[in-house]
C-alpha cells in the first residue's frame, strides 16, 4: 500500500477535527483569500458560517472541516433553488 493510500485511510478513521487560524488557512489553501476570510468571520451571523469559526481571546481560529462543510451545504441549497426557479411554469 502507497503513502498515499494509508494517509486517505487514516484521516477516515480519525474523529480530529482541523483548526487554524485565518493566516495558517490562507497559507494552506489557495481560496478564500485572507480578506474574504475576514469578512467571512465579520459577517458570520448572516452568512451561515457562524459554526465553522471560534475564538480565543483576539485569535480567530477557523474549524477546517465544518468550514468546507457549510461552503458545499449552501452550494447544494443553491443548485436546488436555481432548478426549482427552472422548473416553474407560468400560464
Not at 490562507?26 to 465579520?42: E, I, K, S, V
Not at 465544518?66 to 432548478?83: D, G, T
Amino acid at each position: 500500500m502507497d503513502k498515499l493510500t494509508e494517509d486517505v485511510q487514516y484521516r477516515h478513521m480519525t474523529t480530529e477535527r482541523r483548526y487554524l487560524t485565518i493566516t495558517q488557512f490562507c497559507a494552506y489553501y489557495p481560496w478564500p483569500t485572507y480578506a474574504g476570510m475576514r469578512f467571512r468571520f465579520r459577517e458570520r451571523q448572516t452568512n451561515g458560517y457562524e459554526s465553522a469559526f471560534l475564538r480565543d481571546g483576539k485569535r480567530i481560529i477557523i474549524d477546517v472541516d465544518r468550514f468546507w462543510e457549510i461552503l458545499r451545504e449552501k452550494q447544494n441549497k443553491e443548485k436546488i433553488a436555481s432548478c426549482n426557479k427552472e422548473n416553474v411554469y407560468v400560464d
